[in-house]
């Protein structure tokens, strides 16, 4: 049997979101989403409060895989 692909488009992703609730954010980055409010409180992915919420901007863990990858190229 052939395995799914891992490049498939997530279930939930939409074209038109601005900001991502963290646990979707955690998703896309495969990572929990206590590892997550952890790269946020050090400020390594970047989010905003909207009203009482915490929210990360859509673009803000692909930026946060290209540091990554940037600073483990120049090591």
């Known amino acids: 049997m052939d395995e ?23 998703r896309r980055l495969r990572i929990g989403r206590t590892r997550c409010f952890a790269l946020i409180r050090t400020g390594e992915l970047e989010s905003v409060m909207v009203g009482g919420l ?20 120049a090591a």
């Open 4 to 26: 799914p692909s891992t490049l498939t488009t997530p279930n939930d992703y939409d074209p038109t979101l601005v900001f991502l609730k963290v646990e979707e954010a955690a």
């Open 54 to 73: 915490r929210r990360v901007p859509v673009d803000a863990p692909t930026a946060y895989a290209a540091r990554l990858r940037t600073a483990q190229r």
